[in-house]
């Protein structure tokens, strides 16, 4: 069975892979109303930011969000629970919503970043014992208080929604 930071891995490096496959030009088109692959390589940079600042600070920090107040739900659980929240038409709250002027640069910066944060991802998992990552909550936007290993899983399940939308 796959760990979770394999999957991150796994997950991050199968979007760098897209990524790569495209011309700056089409790395960058918007096609309607949607989302360039840079703007989507962006928000989940932006989604994943605030999960590495929570899990490489102080544990106090978590207590705000008191303790786990359920059993540790499953990836594919959890899946089918973002998949309900998106049919509702929830979209992506502001903060995590890609800014025109942080997106005025080259195909290669956006990698970067995207790849930079992912990596940090993984490197913060490191500091974590198992049953911490079930203990402690955070708020997530759309799901509600979730354990940080759902919100590790959720990381790779918000990755393989955008993956599949490409």
């Not at 918007?30 to 928000?43: L, R, T, Y």
């Not at 929570?54 to 920090?61: H, L, S």
């Not at 359920?70 to 800014?99: C, I, W």
């Amino acid at each position: 069975m796959q760990t979770i930071s394999e999957r991150i891995t796994a997950d991050c490096q199968a979007f760098v892979d897209v990524a790569n496959r495209l011309s700056e030009e089409e790395f960058q088109r918007h096609i309607g109303d949607k989302w360039s692959v840079a703007d989507v390589m962006q928000h989940l940079y932006l989604s994943a930011r605030p999960v590495v600042k929570v899990m490489t600070g102080p544990r106090e920090v978590l207590a705000q969000w008191g303790k786990a107040d359920h059993l540790p739900k499953l990836y594919d659980q959890l899946a089918a629970e973002y998949n309900a929240v998106l049919s509702t038409g929830m979209k992506a709250p502001t903060p995590f919503v890609p800014r025109p002027e942080d997106m005025d640069v080259e195909k290669q910066v956006v990698i970067d970043r995207f790849t930079a944060m992912y990596k940090a991802v993984n490197n913060a998992i490191k500091s974590w014992a198992e049953q911490e990552l079930d203990a402690y909550c955070m708020p997530h936007p759309a799901l509600g208080k979730l354990t940080v290993r759902e919100m590790l899983y959720f990381i790779s399940i918000h990755t393989q929604h955008h993956l599949n939308r490409l």
